[in-house]
């Protein structure tokens, strides 16, 4: 009888990973009629299942799969919410395996449990808003090289041979709509960012009677953190776009890559270190 419990609830928590991917997937290949109920039943299963991921049997839980999985999560809200005003078929058809991919990879790398460490104040929130912040933000890096890759294909015309992804970006939507959703993801990065930077403070106060360490991940997470709000404060007061929008993005990204993403993705996947 023990047996068979275990077995059913090993089940259901294949069912809790499995059935938000399995509906991503048809909302992927569902016509504009029924995309966005599945899509919308996609979302809540997956924020199910996010908390899941999140909860160990002493406690919290952390890892890239499970963060990773939150990102996707965001990144298909933004879109979602876009999509109201416009079409985003072309980004969907991008978009949507990803997330259903990611959504079970928390199976395979379950990531870390906290243990007696969750139990400091500001622990979790830090660890949470900071790892939220990077995530989003290589979405953005991700998506402003898909609207480089789709402004030189405009530019190229007729001249450029038609493969399959040169047709995947003629069917991407205006520009200006891949900017305002660059820009969501950037203001929802940032906002996670600096709440990542005042939790830190406190966290830092706290465990090492000090402030602020300095220390390589501080520097290049506080450079980086300057970087977006310069680009923010610029689309606001001189309407930056275009070439200025997308480099800062980028160069904003690859500070946070050499502050933190980069090390953890070889600790806990090439290594296998907690």
Do not use: C
């Amino acid at each position: 009888m023990a047996w068979g419990k275990l077995n059913f609830v090993k089940i259901l928590l294949v069912l809790v990973f499995v059935a938000p991917a399995l509906l991503y997937l048809a909302s992927w290949r569902a016509s504009e009629r029924y995309a966005v109920p599945l899509l919308i039943g996609a979302l809540a299963l997956h924020a199910g299942s996010l908390f899941v991921a999140a909860s160990g049997p002493s406690g919290w839980r952390f890892g890239f799969a499970p963060i990773l999985s939150a990102t996707l999560w965001i990144g298909v809200v933004v879109v979602w919410i876009e999509a109201l005003s416009v079409g985003l078929r072309a980004l969907r058809l991008i978009l949507l395996p990803v997330a259903a991919l990611a959504v079970m990879l928390p199976m395979v790398f379950p990531g870390t449990e906290l243990g007696e460490r969750a139990v400091r104040p500001l622990f979790v929130p830090h660890l949470l808003m900071g790892t939220l912040a990077y995530g989003v933000l290589a979405l953005a890096a991700l998506h402003a090289l898909l609207m480089a890759a789709a402004e030189r294909s405009l530019h190229a015309g007729a001249a450029q041979a038609r493969h399959w992804a040169s047709r995947l970006l003629d069917e991407l939507p205006p520009l200006l709509a891949l900017e305002r959703i660059l820009f969501r993801l950037i203001t929802i990065g940032f906002v996670f960012l600096s709440l990542t930077a005042i939790t830190g403070v406190f966290f830092s106060e706290e465990v090492f009677g000090k402030p602020l360490t300095v220390d390589h991940k501080t520097v290049f997470t506080l450079i980086s953190w300057l970087v977006f709000g310069v680009l923010l404060l610029g689309r606001a007061l001189r309407g930056w776009r275009g070439k200025t929008a997308l480099r800062l993005t980028l160069g904003g990204f690859a500070l946070l890559l050499l502050a933190y993403a980069g090390s953890r993705f070889v600790l806990e996947v090439i290594l296998r270190r907690a």
